[in-house]
């Protein structure tokens, strides 16, 4: 079974341009999630996708962040315009749902801003 | 507001005695507890979870307790090996939610 596989696993970016987050879940699972982990914190819940609905999304810091699941499928993470403390690791997992399933994680990317 | 607090960042522990990682949550709420174990440039990884009805759970090297009165949960790893090297973070969720995690000790352990 193929994990969560993230793309790209790194980026560089200058201030004001635009980056896109891809991830593919692990196949049959309805519930996708992004985290954040920035300088070495705590990672932080961004939002939870069920199947293409966005079941909660109150851990996106602003409207420069916009999360799609077009079909259920795979998800992209779009920040627009990127500012400086956007850097961080971007984080994707996804889990079967349910109470006691465990979320599996993508090896995330680490975004840059500069 | 930090609602799962791990306070210490790192631990040192020798090979083959036992690491006790510890970790406080402020939310009652809270009823499923998990611990993940991750290696540099990696994704965290599941490592092992309790329910809020159980005060205990194990699986092989790994142990987690939980005491709901005082709102603390620990990982036991024993005998600890040189691979267990590794940031362990603690994370806590209601109802099958969204997962909140703790800020992660780093485990060296040593030969």
């Known amino acids: 079974e193929a994990g969560v596989t993230q793309f790209p696993s790194h980026s560089v970016i200058e201030k004001g341009q635009t980056v896109t987050l891809r991830c593919d879940p692990i196949?049959?699972?309805?519930?996708l999630y992004w985290y954040r982990r920035v300088m070495g914190k705590e990672i932080k819940f961004l939002l939870h996708f069920v199947k293409e609905s966005k079941q909660d999304e109150s851990g996106m810091p602003n409207n420069r962040f916009l999360a799609e699941r077009t079909g259920g499928t795979y998800s992209t993470l779009k920040v627009q315009p990127a500012e400086l403390e956007d850097s961080g690791v971007y984080f994707c997992?996804?889990?079967?749902?349910?109470?006691?399933?465990?979320?599996?994680f993508g090896n995330g990317t680490r975004l840059t801003v500069t | 507001d930090q609602q799962v607090k791990q306070n210490s960042p790192s631990l040192s522990v020798q090979e083959g005695r036992i690491s006790i990682l510890n970790c406080d949550y402020t939310n009652s709420m809270f009823d499923y507890f998990l611990w993940y174990k991750k290696y540099p440039a990696e994704g965290p990884t599941f490592l092992i979870s309790i329910s809020s009805i159980k005060d205990k759970n194990e699986d092989g090297r790994f142990t987690v307790f939980l005491n709901k009165s005082a709102k603390h949960l620990s990982l036991h790893i024993v005998p600890s090996q040189p691979g267990d090297s590794a940031v362990y973070f603690c994370?806590?969720?209601?109802?099958?939610?969204?997962?909140?995690f703790g800020t992660g000790t780093r485990l060296q352990v040593t030969l």
């Open positions: 997992a996804s889990s079967q749902g349910g109470w006691g399933s465990p979320l599996h």
């Open positions: 994370a806590a969720s209601r109802t099958a939610s969204k997962l909140t």
């Open positions: 196949s049959g699972h309805d519930n």
